[in-house]
């Protein structure tokens, strides 16, 4: 159930702001904003406004999927950019999902296509806070589902084409992985840094000790497409777990296909709460259940977990939503209320530099959700301005 109003007063709520101790059982919410979070007797009285009464539901800000390619049937890499992508912010919104990083291979017209939506639409734009582009710059070997084409040696003068496609005064790509080893790297990752982008390693057959002297980056849906962690030979899976790299945010999809639950089981007690961001990597099948699809004109099977190419079988992203898999950690016991919040919503918001979402705090957008005991979303309370 999707409740759509710009003021209300939230009443008896089990609040999870995200990243701090809860005060009160009730949010105040003005014109989309969050004005005030306390108890009732506490609020100022600004007239007749709407109540809404959670009834003791869980209530946490709206989830951040920072990194899927597509859900409800849809996907970004075809057919018409705006209309998927209001597709995809509806059928997501309903699921809990308030905001959302389209992930994309290079595509030059696709990207201009994107900053159409983003300049014409202002839904599309407070969604979304721009695109993942995987490539091109990646090593050929660990390309997974990514077409041979879209991927190619660095070349400064693409990768100032494509930063130059701009919308609403910030590039189109929010968010690039590249490949630490390959030619370049280093320019790479100056350039995207001196355009507010942020940098990401992955696609890579880079090993621990290949990148133990460099500056750490993000990692893109970390012991996916790298190198894991050997023993002998670590790969690039391990460096947020070094006391050096405490600080060193990752990515992880939990569908229990792409990461072994045992391993999920790992990373959720060896990590530091702030490290890991939650995301889906879905594909255009997510969300509906098993069936067949087509993703870059190949056909695609979907188990109702994952999407796997029906010619090779190759693993090319999940079907389940963050929503679905937080809910699958928490049931576990592996992450409790607190930190599923903090996976699937206040981290993907600070790594992206969403400083006005991701947490329950005075001041910031009013996107929440409201969950059952089970972390199953009951609600969604989505920002209305």
């Given at each position: 159930?999707?409740?759509r109003?710009?003021?209300?007063?939230?009443?008896?709520?089990?609040i999870?702001?995200?990243?701090?101790?809860?005060?009160?059982?009730?949010?105040?919410?003005?014109?989309?904003?969050?004005?005030?979070?306390?108890?009732?007797?506490?609020?100022?009285?600004?007239?007749?406004?709407?109540?809404?009464?959670?009834?003791?539901?869980?209530?946490?800000?709206?989830l951040i999927?920072?990194?899927l390619?597509?859900?409800?049937?849809?996907?970004?890499?075809?057919?018409?950019?705006l209309?998927?992508?209001?597709?995809?912010?509806?059928?997501?919104?309903?699921?809990?999902?308030?905001?959302?990083?389209?992930?994309?291979?290079?595509?030059?017209?696709?990207l201009?296509?994107?900053?159409?939506a983003?300049?014409?639409?202002?839904?599309?734009?407070?969604?979304?806070?721009?695109?993942?582009?995987?490539?091109?710059?990646?090593?050929?070997?660990?390309?997974?589902?990514?077409?041979?084409?879209?991927?190619?040696?660095?070349?400064?003068t693409?990768?100032?084409?494509?930063?130059?496609?701009?919308?609403?005064?910030?590039?189109v790509?929010?968010s690039?992985t590249?490949?630490?080893?390959?030619?370049?790297?280093?320019?790479?990752?100056?350039?995207?840094?001196?355009?507010?982008?942020?940098?990401?390693w992955?696609?890579s057959?880079?090993y621990?000790?290949?990148?133990?002297?460099?500056?750490?980056?993000?990692?893109?849906?970390?012991f996916?497409?790298?190198?894991?962690m050997?023993?002998?030979?670590?790969?690039?899976?391990?460096?947020?777990?070094?006391?050096?790299?405490?600080?060193?945010?990752?990515?992880?999809?939990?569908?229990?296909?792409?990461?072994?639950?045992?391993?999920?089981?790992?990373?959720?007690?060896?990590?530091?709460?702030?490290?890991?961001?939650?995301?889906?990597?879905?594909?255009?099948?997510?969300?509906?259940?098993?069936g067949?699809?087509?993703?870059?004109?190949?056909?695609?099977?979907?188990?109702?977990?994952?999407?796997?190419?029906?010619?090779?079988?190759?693993?090319?992203?999940?079907?389940?939503?963050?929503?679905?898999?937080?809910r699958?950690?928490?049931a576990?016991?592996?992450?409790?209320?607190?930190?599923?919040?903090?996976?699937?919503?206040?981290?993907?918001?600070?790594v992206?530099?969403?400083?006005?979402?991701g947490?329950?705090?005075?001041?910031?957008?009013?996107?929440?959700?409201?969950?059952?005991?089970?972390?199953?979303?009951?609600?969604?309370?989505?920002c209305?301005i």
């Open positions: 159930m999707t409740i109003k710009s003021t209300y007063l939230l009443i008896n709520a089990k999870i702001p995200g990243n701090k101790e809860p005060i009160g059982d009730c949010v105040l919410v003005e014109r989309g904003i969050i004005r005030k979070i306390g108890r009732q007797a506490d609020m100022p009285r600004i007239g007749e406004i709407p109540v809404i009464d959670a009834q003791g539901l869980t209530v946490g800000p709206g999927d920072m990194h390619h597509g859900a409800g049937g849809v996907d970004i890499s075809e057919g018409d950019a209309a998927n992508l209001l597709h995809m912010a509806d059928f997501l919104e309903d699921r809990g999902i308030t905001s959302f990083q389209p992930a994309m291979v290079m595509d030059m017209d696709r201009h296509s994107i900053q159409q983003l300049q014409n639409n202002t839904r599309i734009a407070h969604k979304i806070p721009g695109v993942l582009v995987e490539g091109p710059f990646l090593n050929q070997r660990r390309r997974g589902g990514i077409p041979k084409e879209n991927i190619g040696e660095f070349s400064p693409q990768l100032e084409l494509i930063l130059s496609i701009k919308a609403n005064g910030h590039p790509v929010r690039m590249f490949a630490p080893e390959i030619e370049g790297s280093d320019a790479i990752r100056q350039h995207l840094e001196d355009a507010g982008v942020m940098p990401a992955g696609h057959e880079a621990c000790e290949d990148v133990l002297d460099l500056k750490p980056c993000h990692l893109t849906h970390c996916n497409a790298m190198p894991g050997d023993h002998r030979k670590p790969g690039l899976a391990l460096l947020p777990f070094l006391r050096k790299n405490l600080d060193m945010t990752f990515e992880i999809i939990a569908d229990g296909v792409h990461i072994h639950p045992a391993m999920l089981d790992f990373i959720c007690l060896h990590a530091a709460k702030y490290q890991i961001c939650l995301i889906s990597d879905a594909m255009k099948s997510a969300g509906l259940g098993v067949e699809s087509l993703y870059l004109g190949q056909k695609v099977w979907c188990d109702g977990r994952v999407s796997r190419y029906m010619d090779t079988g190759v693993l090319i992203g999940s079907a389940m939503l963050i929503s679905e898999t937080a699958e950690l928490f576990r016991g592996w992450i409790d209320a607190q930190m599923f919040f903090q996976i699937a919503s206040t981290n993907p918001a600070r992206l530099g969403l400083a006005d979402r947490s329950l705090e005075e001041g910031k957008l009013a996107d929440m959700v409201l969950c059952d005991g089970d972390m199953r979303i009951s609600a969604v309370l989505p209305v």
